[in-house]
Antibody, heavy 117, light 106 residues
Framework: QVQLQESGPGLVKPSETLSLACAVS????????WNWIRQPPGKGLEWIGF???????SYNPSLESRVTISVDTSKNQFSLKLSSVTAADTAVYYC???????????WGQGALVTVSS | SYVLTQPPSVSVAPGETARITCGGD??????VHWYQQRPGQVPMLVIY???DRPSGIPERFSGSNSGNTATLTVSRVEAGDEADYYC?????????FGGGTKLTVL
């Protein structure tokens, strides 16, 4: 059973870059698409983007100018960088696995990131 | 961009049937996945590819998809079904979630 675990700072200052990593255990990072999803407090789910095991990416058009998702197959992990953050980026950030254009079958526990000075 | 529309809330009495809709332009041509999110918990897949159930999901959960509406049906609703439910599709290589529906068990 694959497990995903997010890690990174829980507090980020406005205008700085939010950085999170997702460690994949119990399975290989190959052959899947690795996604970031976020959920502001009290609100719905928002897809941020994905990276494939080979480094191909797709991003939510509304965030594309600020997002970079990358994969490190040697560490079996993938990462999210979101630049120029504001309070509106405060959310629980989830990493999740999917096959190509398919459902999310595994999720991390989520990491709350607060943007505040 | 593709938009999925869900009712903000649905309320049913225990034992009744809840139907949660997900509207989108010709959504019947896409594959729809549904997630349940209980308060404070991680979303959990309850229906995939319109009408398939993952192992461990009760048969009370079913799905359908045709025309401009996909529907998640929860039969014989129990108190433990109270949660937020989200539909999800892929539009080309972009993923879209519905806004979510809060199912309240009266």
């Amino acid at each position: 059973q694959v497990q995903l675990q997010e890690s990174g700072p829980g507090l980020v200052k406005p205008s700085e870059t939010l950085s999170l990593a997702c460690a994949v255990s119990g399975g290989s990072i190959s052959s899947y698409y690795w996604n970031w999803i976020r959920q502001p407090p009290g609100k719905g789910l928002e897809w941020i983007g994905f990276v494939s095991h080979s480094g191909d990416t797709s991003y939510n058009p509304s965030l594309e100018s600020r997002v970079t998702i990358s994969v490190d197959t040697s560490k079996n992990q993938f990462s999210l960088k979101l630049s120029s953050v504001t309070a509106a980026d405060t959310a629980v950030y989830y990493c999740a696995r999917a096959e190509w254009l398919s459902e999310f079958d595994s999720w991390g526990q989520g990491a709350l990131v607060t943007v505040s000075s | 961009s593709y938009v999925l529309t869900q009712p903000p809330s649905v309320s049913v009495a225990p034992g009744e049937t809840a139907r949660i809709t997900c509207g989108g332009d010709n959504i019947g041509s896409k594959s729809v996945h549904w997630y349940q999110q209980r308060p404070g918990q991680v979303p959990m897949l309850v229906i995939y590819y319109d009408d398939d159930r993952p192992s461990g999901i009760p048969e009370r959960f079913s799905g359908s998809n045709s025309g401009n509406t996909a529907t998640l049906t929860v039969s014989r609703v129990e108190a433990g079904d109270e949660a937020d439910y989200y539909c999800q599709v892929w539009d080309n290589s972009d993923l879209v979630f519905g806004g979510g529906t809060k199912l309240t068990v009266l």
